[in-house]
């Protein structure tokens, strides 16, 4: 799967139109888990649909989910462009970044450099980097690109290899684990705790998809995690805001805490 959702930005790129640039201030992804008043930081993500679950949301609203996201205290809100697979749009980070105060994270397979600035110029605060899409060395030219134009970037990783690869180039700020495998869409949350120990100590690490349940939240915790992604689990749920107070902020975090 993942070879065909490359295979299709390597054909849109012929025909990317840069579009004007939004005129945004740019807010800190990373600053913004670490501040969180959860117990862990909260990527909140606005996907419609998936190819692994088809549509997730009929009645899709992004900037009203945006909001509420924002209402319930998520630390940032991550936002599916991908067209063709995610039935995402570029123009839905510029409408949401005018109606929240939130960091937003472009959601997207970012393989090229026009791509970088395209993200900047949409208002986007930080791309998605995923290692299993891009040379090691590659990546980290993504990387420096998106932090010269006053973004910051998630460098997601599913395997040890790929982690490892990258690491030999430099360490990444933010490293996300991806619970899911991009290329059989087995998701688990052992990947996270598999992971925990090999990312490098000042980076933060952040642990996507798959997690449904206060449970799985305190389980990734433990493992070492100090924030999570989630999407399928709040689009699913006609009220966003009740499902992150419910995931978010149980006693059993507290009890976890105390
Ligand atoms: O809906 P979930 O299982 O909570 O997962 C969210 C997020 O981690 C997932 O959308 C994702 C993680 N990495 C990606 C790369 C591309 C597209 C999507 C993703």
Redesign the pocket.
């Known amino acids: 799967m993942l070879d065909q959702i490359l295979q299709h930005k390597r054909q849109e790129l012929d025909t990317l139109e840069l579009p004007p640039y939004e005129n945004v201030e740019r807010r800190s992804l990373y600053e913004a888990l670490k501040n969180s008043h959860f117990p862990v930081g909260l990527i909140a993500?606005i996907?419609k649909a998936?190819p692994s679950k088809g549509v997730i949301q009929e009645n899709f609203r992004p900037v009203e989910t945006a909001t509420f996201y924002e209402r319930a205290g998520a630390s940032a809100i991550s936002v599916?462009t991908d067209q063709r697979f995610?039935q995402g749009h570029r123009q839905y980070i510029s409408d949401v970044k005018k109606h929240v105060r939130l960091p937003i994270l472009r959601?997207d397979?970012i393989i090229e450099e026009e791509q970088v600035e395209e993200s900047a110029r949409i208002g986007a605060d930080a791309i998605?980097l995923?290692g299993e899409a891009l040379e090691a060395s590659k990546l980290h030219e993504l990387y420096n690109s998106a932090r010269e134009k006053g973004m910051e970037a998630l460098v997601?990783v599913h395997s040890e290899e790929v982690l490892a690869n990258i690491l030999k180039h430099f360490e990444p700020v933010i490293v996300g684990v991806?619970n899911?495998d991009?290329t059989t869409f087995e998701?688990s949350l052992d990947q996270t705790e598999r992971m925990a120990s090999y990312i490098p100590d000042n980076s933060l690490l952040v642990s996507?998809?798959?997690?449904f349940t206060r449970e799985d939240i305190l389980r990734v915790k433990r493992a070492g995690a100090e924030a999570v992604?989630?999407?399928?689990?709040l689009m699913r749920h006609e009220n966003p805001m009740e499902q992150i107070d419910i995931m978010m902020r149980s006693e059993a975090h507290e009890r976890a805490n105390g």
């Not at 992604?229 to 689990?233: K, S």
């Open positions: 993500e996907k998936s599916l995610f959601k397979f998605l995923i997601e991806n899911r991009l998701t996507e998809s798959g997690i992604l989630i999407g399928e689990a």
